[in-house]
């Protein structure tokens, strides 16, 4: 009998099944080691060595993972094929050696793109040794992320009170962000006019043209800036004759995409159904682990965390099999389609997206499938299928018409197209762009050259410049993609980062900067600019790459980047915090000073009127307050009484949201006495669902309707109980439920994405933190035995850092580096705070002789 290892239950099951009876398939249940969230978990000085700890639930399934082991003949390691499974596989090794589990067993690493029967035994056919390369790369991916985080967050709690974290790739996303704030912030309006023609052929058939010259002069878009000037060839216009001067048609071919990588199915999903990241990796994942089709349990999409654009040679020929049988020989090209990535630093290392059987249908699949992934299924499907097939024939039409009246002269342009041959958006439509103009999409009536045209109506429509629109979790991704920024993997945790930091907030999918993340971004900017440089940030995940390949050493990596480092840290340890006010106070003028409703000075204090306004920081962040403090007590918020955040939407009457599919019954969104709500049907047994806190009446759509009126979702079956685990919106916030133990989640996106094992992770670590369910924060530094005995530490709460003894905990000073704390001034912190509460420290029994 052998033992093979795998992340999740799900897998293990359905791998479990493959396999028989001379195998045994257990779960890690993901990763089952990590670095401590306390200082010395990487060790420069010590070559970089790094000391890793194993949580409670993570212990339990090591444990029965061992016992196995020593009971078995082999152990095969079968996480998934990307460096984090290579990860997962390294550290079950190595535990599974400290606990003497192992011996002279053999051990066999096998690793595939599907989780079907044949792609399972062709991988255990071929097995290999684990990638050491891939898990160096890992190890100082980890190191890296350990160090900056480490090394820097401590700065921003000394400079900037308040602050979280700063990361590695964290904060090069959220600079991202901010820029696209202050580039908005920057922006100018600009008013200009578009003028267009509604022209009749002799056949009497209508169509649209469009002023492109007037007098001699091309125009650009914003040319025309005033009424005056529209009203002038406006008139112009009216009085003259129109004539077609050219027409030409000329045919066109439009290639069709290449199959889903991580980032471009994300964006994807995001603009056709709504979903967030976080749903979509989720749904994604179910599908790849397998649902039961049939009585058997098989994944119906390869791995979902790739940046490769390749199918493998076998699939691309069932894909060309399938277009013949279900769209025809003449949507079949005479050969297969291949494609290379353009983003930067891609590595290529498996297969695109694409469905394990194509001739799955999505109609054949929706049967076994929930409706998310169903919806994602079809799009994988459609997708990898149309990349097969023939280009769509597009015939444009540009008709150049001239305008003369007496001696004046203006030139207009109507254009127009027409699909001759659909080609491959038979099977996958191309979406529009929200912001593009549609007149390439429009069909022309017949246009001859030389013929008269007649003038039915001059319109001249006033127009205003907008400002970049801010990232979507979609866009970003694109964009951090094309940069080179993030893998596949680190795409959607570091934008859940940002949201649990409350460094942004998603408002109607859009990404609005908050002013806590503004601030951290203003002074790495300016204190830290070259950790903060996309570039920079790049080029070590190319760097990483490398690694990868077996082309670099990690630790030279390490040593070449600490170098730098720990010295440009030292070098703004000696920083005044008046002076990084001083510098934000400039950097980020538009969020701290707004302008004023009054016209006045946004500088000058309102209350006093002779104080200057500026950034201040306090033990929760900072604020906005006066110079002539404490004569003047005037503070406010950042962004207050200015146009920074977007108002929560009203909402008057009832608004019908569309049907729901199953039961055909109206959707509305409604406001009543405790706020907005969305409902299904009408009368007293209508379901009924509260918007969630942060959820605006506008920002609610049918789907989202939909969601919360599934409330509570079941997420699958506990592997070890067999009972269903549930989550849900209660009084105190999102939650998941198990046979009456209860997980808090951190948001309420969560509700409709955690999957199982999250699920069973979460309700693991309740159940260990006991019943009132609250674990004591990590010690941030260690500062021996009390004199009572009893271990001290400094600790980071809510409300911020803390010396802990015993039940006693007592506040850091204000400023005070959590870090710098010493033991003499832990013992008169914890004295102060025993003598106030009227408590002295429980002493410890001494034990008898």
Known sequence: MEVVIVESPAKAKTINKYLGKDYTVLASFGHVRDLPAKDGSVRPDEDFAMSWSVDSPSAKRLNDIAKAVKNADGVILATDPDREGEAISWHVLEVLRQKRAIKDKPVRRVAFNAITKQAVRDAFDAPREIDVSLVDAYLARRALDYLVGFTLSPVLWRKLPGARSAGRVQSVALRLVCDREAEIERFVREDYWQIAAILTTPRQENFEARLTAFEGKKLQKLDIKSQEQADDIKAMLEGATFTAVSVEAKPTRRNPAPPFTTSTMQQAASSRLGFSAARTMQTAQRLYEGVDIGGETTGLITYMRTDGVQMDPEALGHARAQIARGFGDRYLPEKARHYSVKAKNAQEAHEA??????????????????????????????????????????????VEIEAANGDRRAGLRATGSVIRFEGFLAAYAIEKDDDAEDEENRRLPDIRPDEALARDEINATKHTTEPPPRYTEATLIKKMEEIGIGRPSTYTPTLKTLQDRDYVVIDKRRLIPQPKGRIVIGFLENFFRRYVEYDFTANLEEKLDEISDGKLSWKDVLRDFWKDFSGAVEDIKGLRVSEVLDVLNEELAPLVFPPREDGGDPRICPKCGTGNLSLKLGRYGAFVGCSNYPECGYTRQLGENGDNGEAEAGLNGNTVLGTDPLTDEEITLRSGRFGPYVQRGDGKEAKRASLPKGWTPDSIDRERALALLSLPRDVGQHPETGKMISAGIGRYGPFLLHDGTYA??????????????????????????????????????????????????????????????????????????????????????????????????????????
């Open 353 to 398: 997206i694409r469905p394990t059987d194509f001739s799955r249908t999505p109609e054949e699949a929706r049967k076994y499938l929930d409706a998310d992934q169903a919806r994602l299924y079809e799009m994988i499907w459609k997708r990898a299928i149309a990349s097969q097939m023939q280009p769509a024939e597009i015939e444009r039409t540009t």
């Open 744 to 849: 808090n989640l951190e948001s309420v996106e969560d509700v409709f994405s955690v999957g199982l094992n999250r699920a069973v992770s979460l309700i693991a670590e309740k159940k260990a933190k006991g019943p009132r369910g609250r674990a004591k924060p990590a010690a941030l530094k260690e500062l021996g035995e009390h004199p009572d005995g009893g271990a001290i530490t400094v600790r980071d709460g809510r409300y911020g850092p803390y010396v802990n003894f015993g039940k006693v905990n007592a506040t850091l000073p204000k400023g005070k580096d959590p870090m710098s704390v010493t033991k003499e001034e832990a013992l008169e912190l914890i004295a102060a705070k025993s003598a106030k509460g009227g408590k002295k420290p429980a002493r410890r029994k001494a034990k008898a002789n």
